[in-house]
């Protein structure tokens, strides 16, 4: 037992990469498939094994929609992702329930957040967030009241992903008709664009807890809508004129 822990600690002195690469030597995802097992190569939300294979998606999502990051914006949890694909940021602002969090500007719940003025907001950057909100209705109301007219909010969430821990307990997984309907009944439908991320292999991978250095990247920029890993959507709040053309 002194052993083992001695070598626990020595794992733990390694730089993040190298932890990384040794926990993907040491349980290589081909033994997963020769040796079918019931349970997981990594229940870590395979952090250990290197980055989650949904943040793949995330990033390329955000990458795609780089021009609408700007001015007066607003992120949940932290504002990694403004600070990465924004520019001309004027003001960030992080959102979290969490008091505890060092990182948060404002401090409430996206179910019904009066700390924050209506049209507050050019971007609003909402990652795989929704799963935890049991009321998505107030949740998709809120979030266009507090974006200015014409803004835009960009929005991913699990369509196959392992479920958080009981205490932050997941509510939902999405498809990509599920995630326009929760905001189509605040924008019209053409002020709305979803789309879908991944395939069977990354959909699995996934699941079992392979991490993005698992994959090739041609095997996760293939995406096939029949079996989605994780859905977008970018709303965009009708603006003045969009307003006057449906009045009429």
């Not at 401090?107 to 909100?133: A, H, K, N």
């Amino acid at each position: 037992m002194a052993g083992l822990t001695l070598l626990r600690d020595l794992f733990r002195q390694l730089p993040e990469p190298t932890q990384e690469r040794l926990f993907r030597i040491l349980r290589p995802r081909a033994l997963y498939h020769l040796f079918p097992s019931t349970k997981p190569i990594s229940r870590s939300f395979w952090t250990d094994r290197g980055q989650p294979v949904d943040r793949y998606f995330i990033e390329r999502f955000l990458d795609e929609n780089r021009q609408y990051i700007y001015g007066e914006c607003l992120e949940v949890l932290s504002p990694a992702y403004l600070y990465r694909f924004g520019h001309d940021l004027k003001r960030v602002e992080v959102l979290d329930i969490d008091r505890k969090n060092p990182r948060a500007t404002i401090y409430g719940d996206l179910r019904r957040i009066p700390e924050i003025p209506s049209e507050s907001f050019d971007c609003v950057i909402l990652t795989q967030v929704l799963q935890y909100i049991d009321d998505l209705d107030a949740a998709a109301g809120e979030l266009l009241r507090i974006l200015k007219p014409n803004g835009t909010a960009l929005v991913t969430a699990p369509a196959l992903m392992k479920r958080d821990t009981p205490e932050r307990g997941d509510c939902w997984r999405f498809t990509v008709k599920g995630l326009r309907y929760v905001f189509a009944r605040h924008v019209p439908e053409d002020h709305l664009e979803a789309k879908s991320w991944g395939n069977v292999l990354t959909g699995m991978a996934s699941w079992i807890g392979l991490a993005q250095e698992d994959l090739r990247a041609a095997q996760l920029d293939e995406h096939d809508p029949s079996y989605p890993c994780l859905v977008s959507v970018r709303v965009t709040k009708p603006g003045p004129r969009a307003s006057a053309a449906a009045s009429r």
